[in-house]
């Protein structure tokens, strides 16, 4: 099975950088996802890392390290409506999304 | 990105009865998700809906409660049965696109109130 840990709850400020960090334990690793999911609505897709190292996109970045069961989300010049959950998910070969538990994301001005 | 209509958005039941939520999605899958997420907490899966076989349930769901339909690639119903107020949560489907992430989208979601 899978064991995915992330913070519960993390407060940053409007315009400054956060870094949300995810563990994970897998039997068969086949990529890590995050997701956004503001309150009432729907998760939405940001990224995905199946290699080591870091994926860029515009204010969101991801880094996962698969040797050391870690990944994490960077959000650079936070803006308010960057407040909401961001939920990291990890699939097991070869097809079994599992997500954690999700990091509640405070901006504040 | 795949559109999915999910409905009815909302719900309000009363203990005992039952609920079918519809997933529509705009071109064909092969399989289909249904997720849990209880108040404050993450996704759950439930079941995974293929065409033409029974959907195969996760541990802790049962098809007696939560019978799931897959007429075909665009479409499926997941049913909560009996309800109890344990069973208020919002409950959404999600399919997956072939390609270089796989990646999941997901409907809108129900979020069902038991009373």
């Known amino acids: 099975g899978q064991n995915i840990d992330q913070p519960t709850e993390m407060t940053a400020t409007e315009g400054a950088i956060v870094q949300i960090n995810c563990t994970y334990q897998?039997?068969?690793?086949?990529?890590l996802f995050w997701y956004q999911q503001h309150a009432g609505e729907a998760p939405t897709f940001l990224s995905y890392?199946?290699?080591?190292g870091l994926e860029e996109k515009g204010r969101f970045s991801s880094f996962l390290s698969r040797s050391k069961g870690y990944s994490y989300l960077l959000l650079k010049e936070l803006q308010m409506k960057d407040s909401a959950s961001y939920l990291c998910?990890?699939?097991?070969?070869?097809?079994?999304?599992?997500f954690g538990a999700g990091t509640r994301l405070t901006v504040k001005p | 990105s795949a559109v999915i209509s999910q409905k009815p958005s909302r719900d309000i039941c009363q203990r005992g009865t039952s609920l079918t939520i519809q997933c529509q999605v705009d071109?064909?899958?092969?399989?289909m998700f249904w997720y849990r997420q209880q108040p404050g907490q993450s996704l759950t899966l439930i079941a995974t809906?293929?065409?033409?076989?029974?959907?195969?349930?996760e541990s802790g769901f049962v098809i007696d409660k939560f019978p799931i339909s897959r007429p075909n690639l665009t479409f499926s119903t997941l049913t909560v049965s009996n309800m109890s107020p344990e069973d208020s949560s919002i409950y959404l489907c999600?399919?997956?696109?072939?390609?270089?992430?796989?990646?999941?989208?997901f409907g809108s979601g129900t979020q069902l109130s038991v009373l």
């Open positions: 999600s399919v997956e696109r072939q390609g270089a992430n796989e990646k999941l989208f």
């Open positions: 809906a293929n065409q033409g076989s029974e959907a195969t349930y």
């Open positions: 998910a990890v699939r097991d070969w070869p097809n079994d999304m599992r």
């Open positions: 890392n199946v290699l080591d």
């Open positions: 897998t039997s068969g690793f086949n990529g």
């Open positions: 071109s064909q899958v092969t399989m």
